[in-house]
């Protein structure tokens, strides 16, 4: 079951950067981590930097996918993209959080959704 969800979970992040790509984004990172946690994708776009948590399900049957990145994983998010900016010196710069859901072969890009 892990090494379903971890290619599922890959295959949503490649068609989440090919998605992003095709609308203007220039993908900076995939797959940060540290000691802190991981960001899925950092992608930047008419001067802002963009964190983006990618979920991707093949049914509703346990929510949508977006439903996953609850309080807790939202704070981790933010946490992360804290020290990233900190390590890539990148001061008072304007950033967002937004999440790719797939479900199905549906995408659906929530721009500042925490």
Do not use: W
């Amino acid at each position: 079951m892990l090494k379903t969800n971890k290619i599922n979970g890959d295959k949503g992040e490649i068609l989440s950067s090919q998605y992003l790509t095709k609308k203007g984004y220039k993908i900076l990172e995939t797959n940060f981590k540290n000691k802190i946690g991981e960001i899925d994708i950092i992608a930047f776009k008419n001067g802002c930097y963009v964190f983006i948590e990618v979920k991707k399900r093949e049914t509703k049957l346990f929510g949508r996918p977006c439903e996953a990145v609850d309080y807790k994983k939202q704070q981790k998010i933010r946490k992360v993209a804290l020290s990233y900016l900190k390590f890539k010196k990148l001061l008072d710069v304007e950033c967002r959080f937004d999440v790719i859901e797939i479900l199905g072969d549906d995408i659906n890009h929530i721009e500042n959704c925490f």
